[in-house]
C-alpha cells in the first residue's frame, strides 16, 4: 500500500514539475519567439511543397543561373532547378537527418548511462572507460574518413549511422550522473525489495526522471547535427546529388559565390536561423527545468 501511495505522490510531483517548467518556459520571450519561428520554418519545409509543385531536380539549361524573379522566387542554380524549391526539399532531408540522429544517439546514450548508473561496478566502470575512449578520438576527420567508407547504398542512412556513432558520448555520461542519484531514491530500493525487475525499475522509475536532461540536451544537439550534416555535405561526403540538402546546397554554390550570391545566401541562412533557434529554445528550457528553482 506504502509503494502505490508513493507512486501516486511521485506522479503528482512529476505532473507539478512539468506544469512549472511549462510556466517558467512561457515567460522567456525569446524561447518563445525561437519556438515561433521554427515552427513557421517547419511548415516551410513540410508544407511548403504541396503548394509550390515545382520539381527540386528538373534541369533547365536556358535558365542556368537566374536571379530572383517572379518566375523563380529565389533564382536559379547552375543546372537550372529552382532554388526555393530546392531549399524546401533540402530543409527536409536536413531536419530528417537532425531528429533521426538526435533521437537515435539520445535513446542510445540514456540507456547506456541508465544501465550503467544502475548496475555500477564493473559494468559502470567498463561503459564509462570506452565512453572516454570515444571522447578522446577527434570526431570530425574520423567522419570524414567514415564518410568514404561505403556501409549502405543510401548517403542518407549512411550519414545517420556515422553522427548517431559518435553522437550517444556525451548524452549516456549527462545522464549517468543523473541516473546515479535516481537510483539512491527510497522507490527504487523499495521496487527492488518486492521484486520489480531490473527492466521495470529502468523504463518506469529511473527513465522518466532523467528525462528532462535528455530533453535539453536534444534541443542544443539538433543544431549541432544541422552544422555537421552542413560541414560533410559541404565537403561532398554527405547527402549526394541529385538529392538536396542545406549543406550540399552550399557546396555546389560555392563555385558561384561572386557571380550568383543567391545559391550561397538562402542555404545559409536557413541553416544558420535553425541552429541559432534551437540553442535559443535549448537555453530557455535549460532555464526553465534549473533544479534550483524547485526547491
Known sequence: ????????????????YWNKVFERLKKDKLAMISLFFLILIFVFVIFGPIFYRVD????NLNEVLQPPSRLHLLGTDENGRDELARLMYGGRISLLISFAVTLTSGLIGAFIGIFAAYKKGFVDLTLMRINEIMMTI???????????????????????????????????????GEALSVSEEQYVEAAKAIGVSDTGIIFKHILPNTFHVLIVWSTL?????ILSEAALSFF???????????????MNAQTYIWTAQWLVVFPG??????VLLFNFIGDGLRNAMDPKFFR
Open 236 to 250: 561532398g561526403l554527405g547527402v549526394q546529388p541529385p538529392a538536396a540538402s542545406w549543406g550540399n546546397m552550399l
Open 221 to 225: 544537439r539538433l543544431g549541432g547535427v
Open 138 to 176: 577527434p570526431e570530425f576527420p574520423i567522419l570524414v574518413v567514415a564518410a568514404k567508407i561505403r556501409i549502405v547504398p543510401s548517403s542518407i542512412l549512411k550519414l545517420i549511422i556515422i553522427l548517431v556513432i559518435f553522437g550517444w558520448v556525451g548524452i549516456a555520461r549527462i545522464v549517468r
Open 56 to 59: 527540386p531536380n528538373y534541369i
Open 1 to 16: 500500500m506504502d509503494i502505490e501511495v508513493r507512486k501516486e505522490v511521485v506522479k503528482k510531483e512529476t505532473s507539478t
Open 269 to 274: 541562412l536557413m541553416i544558420f536561423l535553425v
